[in-house]
């Protein structure tokens, strides 16, 4: 299954331990990154070197992994809009949008994994 757009363009994140895509639809920036391969911490590493990037809201971020990343979603819940969706594979689909006021309160700086 492919879920990266055929103009999508291999970017360099840092911190990053994974490959981040970058594409845009509808006037919006998409960056996305796949850990469903990956165990702890490697999905919080990349997700949070990915968060960094999102700094509006003409700017998401894409996580495919192999599960719900629940030690995650405690740490930014409330610092961001997340769509949640359950591929048909098994794998999770996470969609994170920025949110004025409270995604500039995210704590970035740690990345560890607590969950």
């Given at each position: ?30 960056y996305q990154f ?17 968060l960094k990037l ?20 405690d740490k930014v ?39």
């Amino acid at each position: 299954m492919e879920l990266l757009p055929e103009d999508a363009k291999k970017i360099d994140v840092p911190g990053a331990s994974t490959d981040f895509y970058e594409y845009r639809k509808d006037g919006v920036t998409y960056y996305q990154f796949d850990t469903s391969t990956m165990g702890p911490p490697e999905p919080m590493v990349n997700a949070v070197s990915g968060l960094k990037l999102i700094d509006g809201p003409d700017k998401k971020l894409v996580m495919i992994n192999h599960k719900k990343p629940m030690g995650l979603l405690d740490k930014v819940g409330e610092n961001y809009e997340i769509e949640t969706e359950k591929l048909d594979d098994g794998r999770v689909k996470l969609l994170f949008s920025y949110k004025s006021g409270e995604s500039e309160k995210a704590d970035l700086a740690d990345a560890s994994c607590h969950g």
